[in-house]
Nanobody
């Protein structure tokens, strides 16, 4: 099985930055599209950003476009979410997700809390 472990969350002030990391193990990392989702209290998880297996294409939610950057280091089986210019409305639990490129097979991390104070 593929295991995903997120880290890097924490408490920051508005305008500051955080970098989230998600380390994958148990599978062939390059077979997976990697994504970051976030979940606000009382809301469903929403897509923040995604990146193809080679990193050639990325996709961002409108709310984070221009502020967040997703990138991956396939040699280290890690996907990152660089979050700049953080806003209080970014406060959420952030999850990474691995989606196999050719098989219906999804895996989720445990989540990491990001809190942005005013």
């Amino acid at each position: 099985q593929v295991q995903l472990v997120e880290s890097g969350g924490g408490l920051v002030e508005s305008g500051e930055s955080l970098r989230l990391s998600c380390i994958a193990s148990g599978g062939t990392f390059t077979n997976y599209i990697m994504s970051w989702f976030r979940q606000f209290p009382g809301k469903e998880r929403e897509l923040v950003a995604s990146i193809t297996s080679t990193g050639s294409k990325t996709n961002y939610a409108s709310s984070v476009k221009g502020r967040f950057t997703i990138f991956r280091n396939n040699a280290k089986n890690t996907v990152f979410l660089q979050m700049d210019s953080l806003k209080p409305e970014d406060t959420a639990i952030y999850y990474c997700k691995a989606k196999h490129t050719s098989v219906t097979l999804d895996f989720w991390g445990q989540g990491t809390q990001v809190t942005v104070s005013s």
